[in-house]
């Protein structure tokens, strides 16, 4: 009867073993540094730019170029 019984306790303790390994929390992403947070806002400024439409009247002309991207030779 005592050998049913440990079978039992190390049958339910074995059925237990997955579970009691999974109540550990994942860890949390550490905080972004300032320095990734500027890095990360210049790249979306720079993404911002490139796809921003051409034709913008306040700082490019009828060819969608800027004034200071303007050939220095016109013909």
């Known amino acids: 009867m005592t050998k049913f019984v440990i ?7 074995h059925a237990m073993a997955p579970v009691a390994a999974q109540t550990s929390e994942a860890q949390p992403k550490p905080p972004v540094t300032d320095r990734e947070q500027v890095q990360a806002d210049r790249a979306k400024a720079a993404a911002e730019e490139k796809n921003a439409p051409t034709t913008r009247p306040w700082d ?7 004034p ?5 030779v016109t013909k």
């Open 7 to 13: 079978a039992a306790l190390l049958a339910m303790l």
């Open 60 to 66: 490019r002309d009828a060819n969608g170029k800027r």
């Open 68 to 72: 200071w991207e303007r050939s220095s």
